[in-house]
């Protein structure tokens, strides 16, 4: 009896300690209330787009269900017509895309890390998010292809991200220059490897990006912000997708993740929020107030702004989860993007840069 109960007691510290780490509750403020005013009539028809999608991956299971994911999350950018000129690059250093819109200046460069739980995604289905960030930013944008879980480790697509990261410090679409400006972007998942990113070249002694934007980013794998389960009700897209997890002990989630990916939960790889935020360049984040990942944006910038890093939260009401990617049918949409461009000129204005193509870039809206 003493011996099974040695047992449980070293499984529980061994599980809070190594696996989870801090408890991060010191960082939680009450949710804010749900927002009296209705979503657009846009918005709406988004949702019901959205749980369409959902419904019919759900004829699906095991690999067959993660081919239909991906499959589906690539023809949102298959299907939209863009203004920007794309330019695949493939080699044995790095693969992605470049993404130019006209007029887009090689110098200004933004390397977009896409979002899909790290088992979904690519360049070709966040076309709508890079297409108007080159629109937007007067920008040449650089999509990598990092590689996906299952069939590789969580590492290697970290690792893929760090790699893009030096290589576009060295390389734009026509020249071998290094970027006047560069900004570094992702959203869901990839605003983790965002974070995990600038984070990491701060710690590597490398030149760090002029700035970062993390679109509802996952900041912390532990799964014990508040808002993922209290907004799971309210999140129509990660609610049906990942809200049946929440009936899974959060202590074999993290045993899970550990053995699934050789990395503790808590390791600031894949948790940014709990690695050193102290001397990050700045950061905007957006997120909805109804999504589950809410509070992982929260804790995030509550904690970065503590340590003196400039950190901006701004959140909408009602929005689906990266509702950025539904532009320009989606008007929140479009004032997201408004507010990238106004936090991309006051960077620019504060290191002294030009700004005339952040600014042209709203024009194009």
């Given at each position: 009896m003493v011996?099974?109960?040695?047992?449980?007691?070293?499984?529980?510290?061994?599980?809070?300690?190594?696996?989870?780490?801090?408890?991060?509750?010191?960082?939680?403020?009450?949710?804010?209330?749900?927002?009296?005013?209705?979503?657009?009539?846009?918005?709406?028809?988004?949702?019901?787009?959205?749980?369409?999608?959902?419904?019919?991956?759900?004829?699906?299971?095991?690999?067959?269900?993660?081919?239909?994911?991906?499959?589906?999350?690539?023809?949102?950018?298959?299907?939209?017509?863009?203004?920007?000129?794309i330019e695949p690059v493939q080699s044995d250093a790095i693969r992605g895309e470049w993404v130019l819109a006209p007029g887009a200046d090689s110098r200004r460069r933004v390397l977009y890390l896409h979002g899909g739980a790290w088992f979904a995604g690519s360049p070709t289905s966040h076309r709508p998010i890079t297409d108007r960030l080159s629109r937007l930013l007067g920008a040449a944008v650089f999509a990598v292809d990092y590689r996906l879980c299952p069939e590789y480790r969580r590492i290697d697509g970290i690792n893929d991200c760090r790699d893009a990261l030096r290589w576009i410090l060295h390389n734009g679409p026509q020249d071998m220059e290094p970027p006047d400006f560069l900004l570094v972007a992702g959203d869901s998942a990839g605003g983790s490897l965002t974070l995990e990113v600038i984070a990491w070249a701060r710690d590597a002694g490398l030149r760090q990006p002029d700035a970062a934007i993390a679109l509802s980013p996952s900041t912390d794998v532990t799964m014990t912000s508040p808002s993922l389960r209290l907004n799971a009700p309210t999140d129509p897209m990660l609610g049906p997708a990942f809200g049946k997890l929440l009936k899974v002990p959060t202590i074999l989630l993290w045993w899970f993740y550990w053995f699934s990916w050789r990395i503790p939960p808590k390791d600031p790889r894949v948790s940014p929020l709990r690695g050193?935020?102290?001397?990050?360049?700045?950061?905007?984040?957006?997120?909805?107030?109804?999504?589950?990942l809410l509070d992982d944006a929260r804790r995030y910038a509550a904690k970065a702004q503590a340590s003196g890093s400039p950190v901006t939260l701004q959140t909408w009401p009602h929005m689906v989860h990266v509702w950025q990617l539904f532009t320009p049918e989606l008007p929140e949409a479009e004032e997201a993007y408004a507010a990238i461009a106004d936090f991309v000129t006051s960077v620019e204005r504060g290191r002294g840069g030009d700004t005339g193509a952040a600014g042209a870039g709203i024009a194009t809206a």
């Open positions: 011996t099974a109960l040695l047992i449980v007691l070293a499984f529980i510290a061994f599980s809070v300690f190594y696996l989870r780490g801090e408890n991060l509750r010191y960082l939680d403020t009450p949710l804010p209330p749900p927002d009296a005013d209705p979503p657009s009539a846009a918005h709406r028809d988004v949702v019901r787009a959205v749980g369409d999608l959902t419904g019919n991956i759900g004829r699906y299971s095991g690999r067959e269900r993660l081919a239909a994911i991906r499959r589906m999350m690539d023809e949102l950018g298959e299907t939209r017509a863009l203004a920007s000129r050193s935020l102290r001397d990050l360049p700045p950061v905007l984040i957006q997120a909805s107030r109804a999504e589950m």
